[in-house]
């Protein structure tokens, strides 16, 4: 994490506190954070306190300032596809079991068909839950009671899904009754902001040869929170097939394709761009342009050898990202890494050098929002049905914009600027 990271976010909540006051709040709308790819919610490592959202500080009892706002985590499948997210994340707030659709699910064949996975609850009334499910976040979910929604990396892609669910149903037609897929539920979400997330997918699924057994190694290491926080290096060199049978994953193979810029291209065709929504978004970069004079902060270890077309990891990039990050894979040098790869092939998605520069998991270009979509840059008034863009913020890896390891302290800011924006609404 830059050391910059404070300074640069609390410029930028200034400028966001000088076009809109939070004082008086216009809105005191709920607001729902959603975790990424390989995400958990706050029942995961409950006995060592770490939060995905904080790491050892807590984002979420920060925006909810002593409980004047209502503020919640939730808990979706950490790999899973963003229809399946969805509709888990729909049924978390609202209430009732979770159903993915009967078309969906016989169409796709995921999840083994499992439409009703048993068990997977929420009861919108507390005093009638002989089942003793969850609670839901907030039954009373509707236009008349609309809520805000944060998504993070693939967190971000998943809101984008519910909104499409929840306004124009499913393009399979009858789900099986179940009322998501309805559609015409215009007004339910006031605003969807995105933090560091694959709009238009990521090279590291194209440019990473053995992608599958990475991903697995980095859920083993989310799973030893104590390990990622220490920082060796040796789990990324540890064997993919002890690691891919400690880590079985369904589905994995629907998840890959669609971060990936092809499988994002689709996506981006079907979740449309609400005209009734406020979009946000916020990008992060945590690699430098080569240079052979050493005149930057790179990981001279990885990339001991640059040259300024290409992009290298920042010597304070979590250390699990940086191998697939610059120029080369680490340590074989025969693949070309984020930092370098291009594609050029007929029929999909052009990659160029504007994709260079990432966050070590997500390029900086997808942040900004959804190609073809309408994009402008936030200046202190926000436009509905367009992507407000809020800016990148340079020296941040994908992790440190959650304030993982343990330094929440310094992405506070962050929050608080989107707070102030939100609830100005």
């Known amino acids: 994490m830059s050391r910059s990271f404070s300074r640069v976010a609390t410029l930028l909540l200034a400028a966001a506190l000088a076009g809109v006051q939070p004082v008086l709040a216009a809105n005191n709308d709920p607001l729902v954070l959603v975790p990424g790819f390989l995400g958990f919610g706050p029942e995961k490592f409950t006995n ?3 939060r995905y959202w904080g790491g050892f500080d807590d984002i979420v009892a920060h925006m909810q300032h002593g409980g004047a706002r209502r503020v919640m985590a939730a808990s979706v499948s950490p790999i899973a596809t963003n229809w399946d997210r969805a509709a888990e994340l729909y049924y978390q707030i609202k209430g009732g079991c979770v159903d993915y659709g009967s078309r969906h699910s016989a169409l796709h064949g995921h999840r083994g068909g499992v439409q009703k996975p048993a068990g997977k609850c929420w009861a919108a009334d507390p005093a009638d839950n002989p089942e003793h499910y969850p609670v839901a976040f907030y039954p009373a979910w509707d236009a008349a009671h609309p809520i805000h929604l944060v998504g993070h990396s693939q967190g971000g892609t998943t809101i984008r899904a ?4 929840l306004e124009h149903g499913s393009p399979n037609g009858d789900e099986g009754g179940a009322d998501l897929y309805a559609g015409g539920k215009v007004n339910w979400v006031t605003s969807a902001t995105t ?3 694959p709009h238009n997918g990521t090279t590291l699924r194209d440019a990473v040869a053995d992608f599958a057994p990475m991903m697995l190694r980095w859920a083993r290491l989310i799973d030893n929170v104590a390990l990622m926080a220490a920082g060796p290096p040796a789990p990324w060199l540890a064997s993919a097939p002890a690691v891919a049978a400690a880590s079985p ?17 689709a996506f981006n065709r079907w979740a449309r761009t609400s005209p009734h ?16 004079l050493y005149f930057n902060g790179t990981d001279r270890l990885i990339a001991p050898i640059q040259r300024p077309a290409y992009q290298y990891p920042r010597g304070d990039m979590m250390y699990v990202f940086k191998p697939a990050a610059g120029e080369w894979i680490y340590p074989l040098r025969v693949q070309h890494g984020m930092g370098a ?3 050029t092939a007929r029929g999909r998605v052009r990659i160029d050098s504007r994709w260079f520069p990432n966050d070590g998991v997500v390029n900086t270009f997808s942040m900004k929002g959804p190609a073809g979509h309408p994009q402008r840059t936030w200046n202190g008034a926000s436009v509905r049905g367009a992507w407000n863009f809020l800016g990148t913020y340079k ?4 992790f440190d914009i959650l304030g993982w390891p343990g330094a929440a302290e310094s992405a506070y800011p962050v929050y608080d600027r989107i707070g102030a924006i939100i609830y100005g609404l």
Do not use: K
């Not at 994953?249 to 291209?265: H, N």
């Not at 020296?395 to 994908?398: F, I, N, S």
């Open 341 to 343: 790869y291009t594609q």
């Open 162 to 165: 519910l909104i499409e669910l």
């Open 249 to 265: 994953i369904a589905d994995f193979d629907l998840v890959q394709l669609e971060m990936a810029p092809d499988g994002a291209r």
């Open 277 to 292: 929504v406020y979009y946000y978004s916020v990008a992060t970069l945590a690699t430098e342009a080569g240079s052979a």
């Open 195 to 197: 933090l560091s997330a």
């Open 48 to 50: 060592i306190g770490f």
């Open 395 to 398: 020296g941040v890896d994908h």
